[in-house]
Nanobody, 125 residues
């Protein structure tokens, strides 16, 4: 199974940008669709973005479409989440996760099996 470690969280003012990274190890990375999720205090965890095993197919939640970009570098076993035009509502713990193929574009949020420990993102107004 794959192990995942996130990095890149932090505090930023509204309108700013952050780039999260998630490094995988322990299994063949290209067997997995990769996704990013977040959980705000008092709210359920929600899927934010997903990417197919090769990274060519992606999916975004409506709330982040046009602002966030998911990408992956399979040579480095790493998936990224570029977050631009951040708003306070983006605040939360961000997790990367892996969904063992077969998978399409990473949008089947219920199928993710392996999770990182999370990285905190705080956006102030």
């Amino acid at each position: 199974q794959v192990q995942l470690v996130e990095s890149g969280g932090g505090s930023v003012q509204a309108g700013g940008s952050l780039r999260l990274a998630c490094a995988g190890s322990g299994d063949t990375y290209t067997r997995y669709c990769m996704g990013w999720f977040r959980q705000a205090p008092g709210k359920e965890r929600e899927g934010v973005a997903g990417a197919s095993t090769g990274g060519k197919s992606t999916y975004y939640a409506e709330s982040v479409k046009g602002r966030f970009t998911i990408s992956r570098d399979n040579a480095k076993n790493t998936v990224y989440l570029q977050m631009n035009s951040l708003i306070p509502e983006d605040t939360g713990m961000y997790y990367c996760a892996a969904d063992r193929a077969p998978c399409l574009d990473g949008s089947d949020w219920s199928e993710y099996e392996y999770w990182g420990q999370g990285t905190q993102v705080t956006v102030s107004s």
